[in-house]
């Protein structure tokens, strides 16, 4: 079993400052995690994703995770928030090998909200 | 390249009615997976298929549902007596194969109502 947790529904921040979305995960198996964008009208846009290589995660348009294993934790992280960050973030778990079923259990999501 | 295409985007019916939506992955992609994303949640799968079959259909939540491949090509998922709880956005996704690392291509979505 698996299941994530996205500690924040709704997290605002103002233009130019750093951002941070955090993320728990719970999985039986070794996981695989990502973070997906959610632009509004928009399909869902993978900005990174973690598969058990460096636990240092960068992605696309600055963003990058860090996966601690100790605290179950993948938080997103930006160093300078940008207007066309806006949108609704999802953490995502899967397991990383042994099956036959690569399925993704979401958590909630975040709204990021930029102001000028 | 095109995307993952997803028809209609919106489609609103009335309780009790059948509704089929449809999906397009993208060529090549063997993997293709459908989720449901209800208001103010993230999405949630449904079903999942390698090629031609459904090599997991664990998340349909009843038997009023049901998605079929013929071609490993296009996907449509089919909702049968729809109620108001079937109401949501439907998520089609695509890989090019079968592996955890490999990042699922979602489409834009079929918004579901159901009146």
């Known amino acids: 079993a698996q299941s994530v947790t996205q500690l924040d529904s709704h997290v605002s921040v103002s233009e130019g400052t750093p951002v941070l979305l955090r993320c728990n995960y719970s999985?039986?198996?070794?996981?695989?995690l990502f973070w997906y964008v959610q632009h509004p009208n928009k399909g869902l846009q993978l900005l990174l994703k973690?598969?058990?290589?460096?636990?240092l995660v960068k992605g696309i348009n600055g963003f990058e995770a860090e996966f601690k294993k100790s605290e179950t934790s993948f938080h997103l992280t930006k160093p300078s928030a940008h207007m066309s960050d806006a949108a609704e973030y999802f953490c995502?778990?899967?397991?990383?090998?042994?099956?036959?079923?690569?399925?993704?259990?979401f958590g909630k999501g975040t709204l990021l909200t930029v102001n000028p | 390249g095109a995307g993952v295409s997803q028809t209609p985007s919106n489609k609103v019916t009335e309780k009790g009615k059948y509704v089929e939506l449809r999906c397009d992955p993208i060529?090549?992609?063997?993997?293709l997976y459908w989720y449901r994303q209800s208001l103010g949640q993230g999405p949630e799968f449904l079903i999942y298929?390698?090629?031609?079959?459904?090599?997991?259909d664990s998340g349909l939540p009843n038997d009023r549902f049901f998605a079929v491949r013929p071609e490993g090509s296009v996907s449509t998922l089919k909702i049968q007596r729809t109620e108001r709880g079937d109401s949501a956005v439907y998520l089609c996704a695509s890989s090019p194969r079968l592996a955890p690392y490999n990042e699922q291509f979602f489409g834009p979505g079929t918004r579901l109502t159901v009146l």
């Open positions: 060529s090549g992609h063997t993997a």
């Open positions: 298929f390698q090629g031609t079959g459904a090599a997991d």
């Open positions: 973690y598969t058990s290589a460096a636990t």
């Open positions: 995502v778990v899967t397991r990383n090998s042994g099956g036959s079923n690569y399925k993704l259990t």
């Open positions: 999985s039986s198996y070794s996981p695989s």
